[in-house]
């Protein structure tokens, strides 16, 4: 293959680019990153009067901080960050603002990162989240903070993510006054977003109300808490204990106890499945937060009953099983009885792809939520974990092997589209294919040198994830992070990215097998464009990211307008636009790949610097709209079919 | 005394409509009945026990006979009878036959028993409509944003 002069002098770049970094960062965590280099963009190299983008010292020396416990005399902040400390909140995400909180929360060893918008900070909190099942924090300042975090908050609230909404407000004492400035009413504009919240205005209140967040968070269906702190809070001092009110430990403040399944749910959801020749479970975010997915496993196992999947994250039960039908969507509409497990946001009728014989066992932690949008035949109150533990005991061994043969058929039919689909897509030589990005991309993750549970993955965008989502596969718990979810917000996919980067860097929860290994991202090109700059902090804090841009030149939703040029031109950008430059002058790597068959090679060299360098990057795969039509460029803009792998909405 | 027919057909019917599944179920006149299913359209059944027919009038706008779509839509008929499909998930030409006409760019889906096998034939078409909303849309998602106001995202 000829080399273009373009990608020539992009790969002697890379090649001096790297005589800048110096030492490789595997940190340990935000305030924890071990080494810091210096970057260089391509356009600097050979000029000695740019200077490198360098990561100040000052993050070296946070590594090496020493945390101490507050002591009493302390402040509102700090009895609230002690709150925080003993619930073990994993990280808090944040931009400058909401000083107070911010210090003291980080000031007691809990992981603090700080980004470039708050809302993508809320979305990192959220990523953070859907990866490890931990309650992760974002915070933010009165005013522009604060409402900068909105659609984040509501994309979470949608997803059901126990995240942790902290927003500073004013003095309590310039009420309705206007003195000053950023002085706003919080709690009504996340109304209909969250589960819980509070404007605090007692300040001796302030550990109780810390109490009161953690029990919605750590209890039932989790969805974000917004709590808002006025300045009469956060600077109250505390002399000792005694001076606040109800300040104990949480043990007596909030229980563990779960909801155990009613034993006459059991025998009646047993007696459905006995007869059922085709029953199928449909594991969700419950499963995830509840941490059932040993019980999923044995109770599929035992009763020879395959799962899909749907929900925020996925990878509960492993792809590698055969009885996984996440990617046999043709075989879903035989089932005959489904059991929705902890699945939140419960679809329509029709939305879902069983048929209309179908009869449903629903299991949930809340009862107020059962019968909602589906009929029941069974509804089951009951913890996940708990539910899918009992079944498993009070169901006996079975086999539906006629049944798994289905679905092993199903799967294979779905995978010889999967190889039309990418044959087509390669065929098509002077721009990148969506299908060629998957496919090799699957892979890459799946097929190659990687352990093929390693890479935790965010797969965002919108017409990119209709492909890709295809051909992405689950084998460990946390291992898929959904983008957007229900509510489909386009965008958020860096910050996820972060989020998840953080928790791998951290190990944290299911993430422990993994600490540090590369996290991959895909998103649209107009994605990219709302969170691109969180790139910077991906570079700042050297968290190896890759994230692959769909870059058609186009917002996806421009065949809606394309017999119009006036309102078609809504929907284009200016074509070729450069984002692997934007991420190299934030401190990134960028890979600029206008060739199907330049897609592998570009990134495995990301892959090297995530390793090597610990490092982000962005690769831009030029494509054009029109692969969205499919009379031009088969098989053109693809729909979903939901649960399993390409479920998008619920 | 032996059912209608046609009660039979209604009963059928009417347990979708007790499950759920169904919502505005009605019968303005014998054997017309409607209901609110899928993608929230009122869906329109006629029944013609005459012809031993049921069908699903008017069910899919925007498809001009002769177009690319039409032309797919029949092979997606055409197959429900495959035998290599699974008992469950076919329509047995022993027992029922599916059929599409095509009026103004209207698509009706018909099911033509056999013997009066209604019971047979209610379930049939019902699952059998239910595939093809479901094949469209993972095929044809532009189509049903068109012609049934389903978002675009
Ligand atoms: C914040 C936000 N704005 C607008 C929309 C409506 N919308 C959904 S998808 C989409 C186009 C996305 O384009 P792109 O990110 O380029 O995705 P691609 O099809 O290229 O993968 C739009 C405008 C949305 N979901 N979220």
Redesign the interface.
């Given at each position: 293959m000829k080399e273009t002069p373009e990608t020539n002098k992009k790969t002697k770049a890379d090649v001096s680019r790297r005589k800048f970094i110096t030492r490789a960062a595997i940190g340990a965590g935000a305030t924890a990153v071990s080494a810091f280099s210096e970057t260089k963009a391509a356009s600097a190299i050979d000029n000695p009067d740019i200077k490198p983008i360098k990561v100040p010292d000052e993050f070296a020396l946070a590594a090496k901080a020493q945390f101490a416990k507050a002591e009493f005399p302390m402040t509102g902040a700090q009895v609230f960050a002690r709150v925080c400390k003993e619930e073990g909140l994993a990280v808090l995400f944040s931009c400058p603002g909401n000083y107070s909180i911010v210090n003291a929360i980080a000031q007691e060893g809990i992981p603090t990162y700080s980004g470039r918008h708050e809302g993508a900070m809320c979305h990192a909190a959220d990523g953070f989240c859907r990866v490890t099942g931990e309650v992760a924090a974002a915070s933010g300042t009165e005013g522009p903070g604060f409402t900068d975090m909105i659609n984040a908050i509501a994309a979470a609230n949608a997803a059901r993510s126990p995240v942790l909404v902290l927003a500073s407000n004013m003095a309590i004492v310039n009420e309705d006054t206007e003195a000053g400035i950023q002085l706003g009413y919080q709690q009504p504009t996340t109304e209909g977003l969250k589960k819980y919240g509070k404007r605090l205005i007692t300040p001796k209140r302030i550990h109780e109300y810390g109490a009161y967040a953690f029990r919605q968070l750590r209890t039932g269906v989790p969805r974000p808490v917004h709590l808002d702190f006025p300045a009469e809070v956060t600077r109250a001092k505390f002399e000792k204990p005694s001076d606040l009110d109800y300040y104990y430990d949480k043990t007596k403040y909030r229980t563990t106890a779960k909801p155990y399944p009613n034993p006459k749910d059991i025998t009646a959801a047993v007696e459905l499945l006995k007869q059922a020749q085709r029953p199928m479970i449909v594991s969700s975010n419950g499963v995830f937060y509840s941490r059932a997915w040993d019980a999923l496993k044995t109770l599929a196992e035992k009763a020879q009953i395959p799962v899909v999947e749907s929900g925020a994250m996925k990878g509960q039960f492993s792809d590698a099983s055969p009885l996984s039908a996440n990617a046999a969507p043709g075989a879903l509409a035989s089932a005959d009885v489904v059991v929705l497990v902890g699945q939140y946001c419960m679809p329509t009728v029709g939305e879902f792809a069983f048929g209309p014989d179908a009869k449903y066992i629903r299991i949930d932690p809340v009862a107020e939520d059962i019968g909602r949008n589906l009929p029941i035949d069974v509804g089951m109150v009951s913890c996940e974990k708990a539910a899918l533990e009992a079944l498993a005991e009070a169901m006996p061994a079975m086999k539906h092997d006629a049944w798994i043969a289905e679905i092993a058929a199903a799967r294979k039919k779905f995978e010889d589209e999967l190889e039309t689909f990418y044959a087509k897509g390669a065929s098509y030589t002077d721009a990148v294919h969506p299908a060629v990005i998957a496919k090799e991309l699957s892979d890459f993750m799946y097929r190659g040198k990687l352990p093929k549970e390693q890479t935790t993955f965010v797969a965002g965008g919108y017409g990119i994830a209709r492909y890709v989502r295809r051909w992405l596969r689950g084998y460990r718990p946390g291992q898929i992070l959904n983008g957007a979810y229900q509510y489909g917000a386009i965008g958020p996919d860096v910050g996820y990215a972060v989020g998840a980067a953080v928790a791998v860097r951290h190990g944290v929860s299911v993430q422990a097998a993994h600490k540090s290994a590369p996290v991959i991202c895909v998103t649209g090109d107009a994605g990219i464009g709302y969170t691109i700059m969180e790139l910077e902090t991906a570079s700042k804090y050297r968290l190896p990211i890759i994230v692959i841009v769909y870059n058609n030149n186009a917002w996806g939703t421009w065949t809606g307008s394309s017999r119009s040029p006036v309102t078609l031109s809504l929907h284009l950008f200016q074509e070729n636009v450069r984002y692997d430059k934007v991420a190299e002058g934030l401190g990134a790597h960028g890979e600029y790949v206008t060739k199907p068959t330049d897609f592998r090679a570009a990134l495995e060299r990301a892959y090297q610097i995530a390793i090597k360098e610990s490092r982000p990057s962005l690769i831009n795969c030029q494509a054009k709209k029109e692969f969205w039509v499919r009379q031009q460029y088969e098989p053109g803009f693809l729909g979903t079919v939901e649960p399993g792998c390409m479920s998008y909405n619920h | 005394m032996a059912k209608s027919q046609l009660q039979v057909i209604r009963e059928s019917l009417q347990t979708?409509a007790d499950?759920?599944?169904f919502r505005e179920f009605s019968e303005s006149k014998t054997g017309q009945f409607h209901f609110v299913?899928?993608?929230h359209r009122e869906m329109n059944l006629q029944v013609d026990t005459a012809t031993q027919t049921l069908r699903f009038k008017q069910l899919l706008p925007g498809i001009p006979t002769g177009s690319a779509l039409h032309a797919e839509l029949k092979k997606f008929l055409t197959e429900r009878h495959d035998r290599r499909l699974?008992e469950?998930?076919r329509v047995d030409r022993r027992r029922a036959e599916v059929s599409c006409s095509s009026r103004g760019g209207m698509v009706s889906i018909s099911l033509k028993v056999k013997k009066n096998q209604y019971t047979y034939g209610v379930?049939r078409l019902?699952?059998l409509i239910?595939?093809l909303?479901?094949y469209?849309?993972?095929?044809?998602?532009?189509y049903?944003?068109e012609n049934f106001d389903v978002p675009?995202?």
């Open positions: - | 979708y499950r759920g599944i299913w899928l993608l699974p469950h998930r379930n019902v699952n239910h595939d909303f479901v469209l849309r993972d095929k044809h998602p532009d049903l944003v675009q995202e």
